[in-house]
């Protein structure tokens, strides 16, 4: 029976791969900080970087290495030191790395202003190691130049239980919280593409079992509005809120979402059907049920920032909850009452 050794077992990526990897008959290793509570499954606790660490993971050899969290090239060298142990491999990048014809891309302060859809061959920031895409970069080319079969995920805006950064957290505080208003950013029409962890399983299982040299993208069958996801968001709680949609950029918070983008990114997954067979899992609706039911549970436990630390992290792009200047918008300071688009009775 084939071996799989799959690294950051223990988070949003890892607890999706593991069962779909046992349920297609592969014996499953997991190397993780903290072992996950999951029957079958290897264990192998510590730290990466750690080389006897490493080298009980590998053991003999593994047929396949499915790497969830590196960050880049300097995760990928202790491993690809032991390549001749290694079949084949599965790693985790990101659609961040896209730029535009410009060099506009996630990092810059004009957002890309990318095609429609993005495809693989889409031009990328320079490798390096100064910032989260160029990594991302380097960890790519440091594979994909390896002897080792490669293929290389770059989702999007990722969704799942477990997740530390639970974008989806923005819509399900405002239904515990009671609001019955979403108030959205560019008309509420912001495209950034959302990524289901179970594509991502879905597509590391079919690599796996083709070996090979690629780039693929991993996103959800269609990229949803951020009007879309707070209905559907909505729909699974069994609320209903009223949209105001508002022109233009998030201002003090007003607005604001972690997909309020200026301009779409859709990614291209013609390139996954056409090399793996791969057909999607679901849609946006069918999986992001298990993820807020998942965030409710945690949130019922205690702090939300403790158990949703990335989501912290990322309000570096403002608050996500500015209910006062929300309640000011609405009270009628700059509101125009156009673009809310609550049924009529």
Known sequence: M??????????????????????????????ARHAPAVDGVEAVVGDRDDGGV????????????????AYDDRQAVPLLERRDRIGSAVVVSSAAVY????????????????????????????????????????LENAWLSSEVPTTILRPGAIHGRGCRQPREWT????????????????????????????????????????????????????????????????????????????????VGGVGLTPWAV?????????SAERELGYQAPGGYEDTVGSCIEWLVEQAARGDWRQAFPGFGRMEAMGDFFAYDAEDEFLSGVGHDERHDDRPRR
């Open 2 to 31: 084939a071996t799989a050794l799959v690294i950051g077992g223990g988070g949003q990526i890892g607890r999706a791969v593991i069962p779909v990897l046992l349920g297609h008959g592969w014996d499953v290793r997991v190397l």
């Open 54 to 69: 490493l080298d009980r993971a590998l053991g003999t050899g593994v047929d396949a290495v499915i790497d969830v969290v």
């Open 99 to 138: 730029v535009d014809e410009h060099g506009m891309g996630f990092e810059t302060d004009d957002f890309g202003a990318f095609p429609v859809p993005v495809a693989e061959a889409q031009r990328t920031v320079a490798p390096g190691r100064e910032s989260y895409a160029t990594g991302k970069v380097a």
């Open 171 to 250: 819509f399900v505080k405002r239904v515990l919280d009671g609001r019955d208003v979403r108030v959205l950013a560019y008309d509420g029409e912001s495209r950034f593409h959302t990524t289901s962890t179970a594509v991502i399983a879905e597509l590391a299982r079919l690599a796996v079992a083709r070996p090979g040299d690629r780039v693929l993208n991993a996103a959800d069958p269609d990229a949803l509005t951020v009007a879309e996801i707070a209905r559907t968001v909505d729909s699974v709680m069994g609320v209903t809120s009223r949209v105001v949609r508002v022109a233009g950029e998030p």
């Open 262 to 270: 200026p301009r779409p990114l859709v990614l291209d997954m013609r």
